[in-house]
């Protein structure tokens, strides 16, 4: 760790390190340094579970889609034997992009040269490579990383040395268990382009104190934000409960699965898996903010909804599919004025580390786990 990086950590620690009611954000500098950023990489997205899609997007063998993690081109596909896989998409010939184009096919083959390679990652055919002495297929697999499915998300570990998701997150699984979220079906997608820092998106997603400024037609009218909370998780994730005007039932769009507990009617919940894994929990579907990282002041986001067929089984289904994307979107995009405008902030002189509302313990949970993370040896 450079000496600039030691003093950042420590200037961290001072702002973050203590309770909620004392505590500060993070320093801007965590926001906007590449030195944070490339940190961020190693010590914590090549290190954690990182979710990149979902299972039912690759449903038979051969399917496949692109995506990177801190900067690991990665191609995601299906085996003949059913698994998915996480395999580098970095050709072992002279390193051009595979899976670029293909949405499904029976085996990898790079467009360069055409060394081809089998669903698992072993190099089947590689031409005119007979006067290349010692040459061995054998030895030039694609590398494969730790891949796991939960709940019909596709995570990623590219350090192969995560402890095994299931068990991280087993008290998050039995609280989620009652929306079976691996039968669930993706009703929409929408992609957005941002240019800003990812933690401004997590810090913006996991509080609903910006309600009445942002969403004072949207969010405010149903769901407060005085009276919603962040709970206590100590756990590898963070979660803000979010209930619904005089703690009421609120009205579903689609048809709620049987077994859907009383409280998650009166209101929804949203979570930050650790490290960025943003998700809405409503009572008849799941929101899903899918992020691509790719700079210190950028990432692809992609936005899922997601729900149980049997919740669609309602009349209409089509309209209030829309009537999802559409709001979703129109809240997102409410939300990005902010985002932006905080960009432009921590780009400034004068920003410094911000203290914090009570209402927002769940951005405080999500730094101090960073800070950790970022220390980790
Ligand atoms: S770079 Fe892939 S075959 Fe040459
Ligand atoms: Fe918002």
Request: proline content about 7%.
């Amino acid at each position: 760790m450079s000496l600039a990086l030691a003093d950042l950590m420590e200037e961290g620690r001072r702002a973050v390190l203590r309770p909620l009611a004392q505590a500060s954000t993070l320093p801007p500098a965590f926001y906007t340094s590449p030195e944070i950023f490339e940190a961020e990489r190693e010590r914590v997205f090549r290190r954690n579970w990182v979710s990149v899609g979902r299972a039912s997007e690759i449903p038979n063998a051969g399917d496949r889609f692109r995506i990177d993690v801190a900067g690991e081109p990665l191609l995601i596909v299906r085996g003949k034997d059913g698994e998915v896989r996480a395999l580098s998409a970095v050709c072992r010939h002279r390193w051009m992009l595979l899976g670029i184009g293909a949405e499904s096919s029976a085996t990898i083959s790079c467009p360069y040269h055409k060394w081809t390679y089998a669903l698992d990652g072993s190099l089947m055919a590689a031409p005119l490579m007979e006067q290349a002495e010692g040459f061995e297929r054998g030895n030039c697999s694609l590398p494969s990383f730790g891949c796991e499915i939960w709940n019909g998300f596709i995570f990623v570990n590219l350090s192969g040395d995560a402890e095994p998701l299931a068990r991280s997150l087993a008290p998050l699984a039995e609280e989620f268990a009652p929306w079976k979220m691996g039968e669930m079906e993706i009703v929409g997608r929408i992609e957005f382009d941002q240019p800003y820092n990812w933690k401004v998106l997590v810090d913006n997603f996991m509080e609903a104190y910006h309600h009445f400024a942002i969403h004072p037609e949207t969010f405010e009218p149903n769901y407060p934000a005085a009276i919603s909370w962040p709970e206590e998780t100590n756990a590898p994730w963070a979660a803000l409960r979010m209930p619904h005007k005089g703690n009421e039932l609120a009205d579903p769009l689609f048809k709620p699965l049987k077994g859907i507990p009383d409280r998650a009617r009166r209101g929804f919940s949203v979570f930050n898996v650790y490290p960025s894994m943003l998700l809405a929990v409503l009572s008849d579907s799941v929101i899903w903010y899918r992020m691509e990282i790719d700079g210190v002041g950028h990432f692809k986001l992609t936005v899922y909804l997601l729900a149980h067929p049997a919740s669609l089984d309602v009349p209409d289904a089509e309209t209030l599919k829309t009537f999802l994307r559409e709001g979703t979107s129109a809240v997102h995009m409410e939300d990005i004025v902010a985002c932006e405008g905080v960009q432009m902030g921590l780009m400034s002189g004068s920003a410094r580390a911000g203290r914090l509302s009570h209402l927002e313990g769940a951005i405080h949970e999500h730094q101090k786990w960073l800070l950790a993370e970022l220390a980790r040896a």
